[in-house]
């Protein structure tokens, strides 16, 4: 019944690097699925922060340009998001969905970036 599993959160301390995984097995079309990478912290609205088209083009919000990059791997119904430099204003859950229907949320992977 998950359709989105998302994976790879942590602890990390500033300037540190981690990267998520979202798995999308279910996902019959998932090679011409738009796929987007959110994050929403306490009293924020959720966000979307990285996207990615079946043929690879991305696309990233200004916080995160030149630190983050989205990837995919359509064999294995696969997104990723390497993050490196990271900093506080990152921490958030971070959530993986379809783009721009998207299917119900998963719980999304906690990342916490200390100072």
């Known amino acids: 019944q998950v359709q989105l599993v998302e994976s790879g959160g942590g602890l990390v301390q500033a300037g540190g690097s981690l990267k998520l995984s979202c798995a999308a097995s279910?996902?019959?079309?998932?090679?011409?699925?738009?796929m987007g990478w959110y994050r929403q912290a306490p009293g924020k609205e959720r966000e979307l922060v990285a996207s990615?088209?079946?043929?690879?083009?991305?696309t990233y919000t200004d916080a995160v340009k030149g630190r983050f990059t989205i990837s995919r791997d359509n064999a294995k119904k696969t997104v990723f998001l390497q993050m490196v430099n990271l900093k506080p204003h990152d921490s958030a859950v971070y959530y993986c969905?379809?783009?721009?229907?998207?299917?119900?949320w998963g719980k999304g992977t906690l990342v916490t970036v200390s100072s």
């Open positions: 990615i088209t079946g043929s690879g083009t991305t």
């Open positions: 969905n379809t783009r721009p229907i998207m299917l119900s």
């Open positions: 279910s996902l019959s079309r998932f090679n011409i699925t738009t």
